[in-house]
Protein backbone atom coordinates (compact mmCIF):
# COMPACT_ATOMS: atom_id res chain seq x y z
CA UNK A 1 0.00 0.00 0.00
CA UNK A 2 1.05 3.37 -0.72
CA UNK A 3 -1.35 5.23 1.55
CA UNK A 4 -1.82 4.13 5.32
CA UNK A 5 -4.34 6.12 7.64
CA UNK A 6 -3.03 6.82 11.44
CA UNK A 7 -4.27 8.59 14.35
CA UNK A 8 -3.32 10.42 17.46
CA UNK A 9 -2.23 13.30 15.82
CA UNK A 10 -3.02 17.06 17.33
CA UNK A 11 -6.65 17.84 15.69
CA UNK A 12 -7.01 20.18 13.23
CA UNK A 13 -3.56 20.87 12.24
CA UNK A 14 -2.60 21.75 8.69
CA UNK A 15 1.03 20.40 7.50
CA UNK A 16 1.64 18.26 10.38
CA UNK A 17 3.81 16.66 7.73
CA UNK A 18 4.92 18.46 4.49
CA UNK A 19 5.69 16.40 1.07
CA UNK A 20 9.46 14.98 1.72
CA UNK A 21 9.93 14.73 4.86
CA UNK A 22 10.80 11.63 6.33
CA UNK A 23 9.24 9.25 8.73
CA UNK A 24 9.43 6.02 10.28
CA UNK A 25 7.85 2.93 10.58
CA UNK A 26 8.90 0.11 12.59
CA UNK A 27 12.00 -0.28 10.79
CA UNK A 28 10.92 0.95 7.40
CA UNK A 29 12.41 4.58 6.43
CA UNK A 30 9.40 6.53 4.13
CA UNK A 31 9.68 9.79 2.23
CA UNK A 32 6.15 11.71 2.38
CA UNK A 33 4.79 12.70 -0.93
CA UNK A 34 2.27 14.89 -0.17
CA UNK A 35 1.49 17.40 2.64
CA UNK A 36 -0.20 15.40 5.33
CA UNK A 37 -3.18 17.76 7.64
CA UNK A 38 -5.15 15.78 10.93
CA UNK A 39 -9.01 15.82 10.93
CA UNK A 40 -11.13 17.22 13.83
CA UNK A 41 -10.62 13.52 15.52
CA UNK A 42 -6.82 13.35 14.95
CA UNK A 43 -6.53 11.39 12.35
CA UNK A 44 -4.62 11.67 8.95
CA UNK A 45 -3.77 10.16 5.59
CA UNK A 46 -0.28 9.55 4.46
CA UNK A 47 0.73 9.01 1.39
CA UNK A 48 4.36 7.43 1.27
CA UNK A 49 7.21 6.46 -1.05
CA UNK A 50 8.12 3.39 -1.02
CA UNK A 51 5.15 1.47 -0.73
CA UNK A 52 4.93 -0.51 2.35
CA UNK A 53 6.33 -3.77 1.70
CA UNK A 54 5.37 -5.40 4.82
CA UNK A 55 2.36 -5.35 7.25
CA UNK A 56 2.63 -2.05 9.41
CA UNK A 57 0.83 -3.03 12.85
CA UNK A 58 -1.88 -0.89 14.25
CA UNK A 59 -0.25 0.04 17.30
CA UNK A 60 3.49 0.86 15.09
CA UNK A 61 4.43 4.37 16.37
CA UNK A 62 5.49 7.20 13.77
CA UNK A 63 8.83 8.53 14.46
CA UNK A 64 9.43 12.13 12.53
CA UNK A 65 12.67 12.69 14.42
CA UNK A 66 15.16 11.57 14.28
CA UNK A 67 13.78 9.24 11.45
CA UNK A 68 16.33 6.29 10.76
CA UNK A 69 16.26 2.92 8.09
CA UNK A 70 18.17 -0.18 8.67
CA UNK A 71 20.58 -0.47 4.94
CA UNK A 72 22.06 -3.85 4.62
CA UNK A 73 24.46 -5.38 1.83
CA UNK A 74 23.16 -7.97 -0.45
CA UNK A 75 26.44 -9.01 -1.79
CA UNK A 76 30.02 -9.82 -1.04
CA UNK A 77 30.43 -6.77 1.69
CA UNK A 78 33.19 -3.75 0.84
CA UNK A 79 36.42 -2.94 2.36
CA UNK A 80 38.24 -0.04 2.92
CA UNK A 81 40.67 1.27 5.24
CA UNK A 82 40.21 4.39 7.13
CA UNK A 83 43.16 6.56 8.70
CA UNK A 84 42.28 8.55 11.99
CA UNK A 85 43.63 11.56 9.66
CA UNK A 86 40.47 10.47 7.56
CA UNK A 87 37.85 10.88 10.57
CA UNK A 88 37.05 14.39 9.91
CA UNK A 89 36.75 13.80 5.82
CA UNK A 90 33.66 13.16 4.06
CA UNK A 91 33.48 9.68 2.80
CA UNK A 92 31.51 8.79 -0.19
CA UNK A 93 29.91 5.38 -0.69
CA UNK A 94 27.48 3.87 -3.43
CA UNK A 95 24.49 1.80 -2.68
CA UNK A 96 22.56 0.45 -5.26
CA UNK A 97 19.14 -1.18 -5.52
CA UNK A 98 15.63 -0.69 -6.83
CA UNK A 99 12.33 -1.38 -4.54
CA UNK A 100 9.87 0.58 -6.20
CA UNK A 101 9.63 3.00 -9.37
CA UNK A 102 7.73 5.33 -9.50
CA UNK A 103 5.54 6.72 -13.09
CA UNK A 104 5.53 10.16 -13.14
Request: hydrophobic share 40%.
Amino acid sequence: SRTIVSSGWLPNVTRQLVAGDWIQIGEQLFKVRRDVSSDADGNATLDLWPKTMTLLPSWSPIITRPARGIFRFTSELPSWDIAASDLNSPYTFRLTGVQEVLSL
